[in-house]
């Protein structure tokens, strides 16, 4: 049997006034994402179990089969994973975004979707001017780079459990002040993200990038801290060997950890204008040698931070006719199979940030049960008796 999940990364969404009332799922074209409802099942899942924050790393693990309230321990470690980045047991990894921040407001998380060749030399420079024995700073994809706290020997790092943070994605357009970070160690990450402004003010990509007309990278944001997760092989698991295709480092790590193999794709972004086509190509690739293949994409996620509903349709729209359209195709091919499409949380346009809730997922395949509904889009999901009040429940039933 061959399984594939596509993940319409935060797709999950409110009817819109400018949408005539509909949800992006519902007011975009999907013919494919619609088939598979019309062959299957619509159902709902809550991938966020309270207290966990809702967001990708949380509700990743839960759509992989495992229980973040017993296994997650912070966003970070998940991406220091991919990026390859060894953590020991005492060491601690934090999440660094290359943000602007203007007027002491969030104006952009992701610092005008700045490339990585912009970014790397930025964190190259606060590598050199704030870097030590203790504290290394890692260049990643684009805004996402990563810091790694290693107590030196004999001590403990500052942070706890107790030490909140809060995502730059979830304060956009708003004040500051009331969402730095706070608890254990909260000093010393407020230290360097205020001496981080003065170290990038003036720095030559800055500069070129203000030449430009584009937003400067004007701070650093520390958050989603924690140690490495100990994660049971999801082949030990499920018995199925698998494969993640992945701009987002976030989810990738996760895929890393569970021991899938990880397939890099040339133009994936993980933005608006990540190419679907050649990641449709990807996963088709992959089916012959693996059980379970996941193909996720960031950009519905990205449309709602910017609350662009009219990009959102069209990320689904392509998803759909590049990704779910072509893995359905192939799939009968190879004789048995399934097939899920899920995202893993919800991002309304609405708030531009991340919501707790259940999503509307849509599967079928070899053994599942039509249910003779005819779409896939929340509504129908809301009406469905197909519900996995524990998110992390869904792939047993998947799996079958």
Not at 4 to 17: L, R
Not at 78 to 100: S, Y
Not at 233 to 258: C, N
Not at 315 to 336: F, M, S
């Amino acid at each position: 049997m061959k399984y594939v999940i596509v993940i319409p990364d935060g797709c999950a969404d409110e009817g819109q006034d400018s949408l005539g009332g509909k949800t992006p799922l519902q007011a975009a074209n999907l013919p494919n994402m619609d088939r598979i409802a019309q062959l299957g099942a619509v159902g709902r899942a809550d991938n966020v179990p309270i207290p966990l924050t809702p967001a990708s790393d949380v509700a990743t693990l839960s759509l992989f089969g495992y229980d973040p309230l017993v296994v997650y321990t912070g966003r970070a470690p998940l991406e220091t994973a991919a990026m390859g980045i060894p953590l020991g047991p005492n060491d601690w990894a934090i999440r660094c975004n290359l943000v602007h921040v203007e007027n002491e407001c969030m104006r952009d998380f992701t610092a005008g979707h700045i490339t990585s060749e912009d970014g790397r030399p930025l964190i190259e420079t606060l590598q050199a001017a704030l870097g030590d024995a203790q504290l290394e700073f890692h260049p990643g994809v684009s805004y996402r780079n990563i810091l790694v706290y290693r107590p030196a020997p004999g001590t403990s790092a500052p942070f706890s459990d107790q030490t909140k943070t809060q995502p730059p994605h979830d304060v956009p357009d708003r004040p500051i002040a009331n969402h730095l970070p706070q608890g254990p160690g909260s000093d010393l990450l407020r230290s360097l993200m205020e001496r981080s402004r003065t170290i990038l003010g003036d720095h030559p990509v800055n500069r070129k990038r203000r030449d430009a007309k584009q937003r400067d990278a004007t701070q650093i944001w520390l958050w989603g801290q924690g140690r490495a997760p100990s994660l049971k092989p999801f082949a030990e698991v499920y018995g199925k060997r698998g494969a993640i295709i992945s701009a987002v480092d976030l989810v990738r790590g996760v895929g890393v950890l569970l021991g899938w193999q990880r397939i890099d794709v040339p133009g994936a972004t993980g933005y608006l204008d990540t190419d679907y086509a050649a990641k449709g190509r990807a996963a088709i690739a992959a089916l012959p040698h693996y059980d379970l293949v996941c193909v996720h994409v960031e950009a519905p996620d990205e449309a709602s931070h910017e609350g662009k509903a009219d990009e959102k349709v069209k990320a689904l729209e392509r998803i759909d006719r590049h990704i779910v359209g072509p893995l359905l195709e192939a799939l009968p091919d190879y004789g048995p199979y399934r097939i899920l499409v899920s995202p893993d949380h919800r991002t309304t346009l609405r708030t531009r940030a991340h919501a707790y809730g259940m999503v509307p997922f849509a599967v079928a395949g070899t053994g599942v049960a039509t249910k003779g509904q005819t779409s896939y889009d929340e509504i129908v999901g809301e009406k469905s008796d197909l519900i996995f009040e524990k998110g992390h429940d869904l792939m047993n039933y998947f799996l079958g």
